[in-house]
Nanobody, 126 residues
Framework: QLQLVESGGGLVQPGGSLRLSCAAS????????ITWFRQAPGKEREGVSC????????RYADSVKGRFTISRDNARNLVYLQMNSLKPEDTAVYYC???????????????????WGKGTLVTVSS
């Protein structure tokens, strides 16, 4: 079964940084657009960033714009989410997901996702 695996989560103080990684087994990530989602306790899963498969264009939720950066390393079959200036409200389980495109209004929703990872926990607290 095709699977995504996230890593890099942990506990960080407000203002700190973390880099999450998304790896794939049995398929190439550059064949898909990749979205990072997050889900905080009691809240719905929300998309925070997406990178397209073709021109590597990117999209960000307003809440993370200017602080988070999504990127690819196709040689290593990885997608990263660099998170800077972290805030307590960024605390959530972060998931990567493979989908067809980042275009349109649905990029930040779970609609159209083909594959999910199991998530990695990010806790921002002093």
């Amino acid at each position: 079964q095709l699977q995504l695996v996230e890593s890099g989560g942990g506990l960080v103080q407000p203002g700190g940084s973390l880099r999450l990684s998304c790896a794939a087994s049995k398929f190439h990530l550059d064949n898909y657009a990749i979205t990072w989602f997050r889900q905080a306790p009691g809240k719905e899963r929300e998309g925070v960033s997406c990178i397209s498969r073709s021109d590597e264009s990117t999209r960000y939720a307003d809440s993370v714009k200017g602080r988070f950066t999504i990127s690819r390393d196709n040689a290593r079959n990885l997608v990263y989410l660099q998170m800077n200036s972290l805030k307590p409200e960024d605390t959530a389980v972060y998931y990567c997901a493979a989908r067809g495109t980042c275009l349109g209004l649905l990029w930040s929703t779970v609609y159209g996702v083909n594959y999910w990872g199991k998530g990695t926990l990010v806790t921002v607290s002093s």
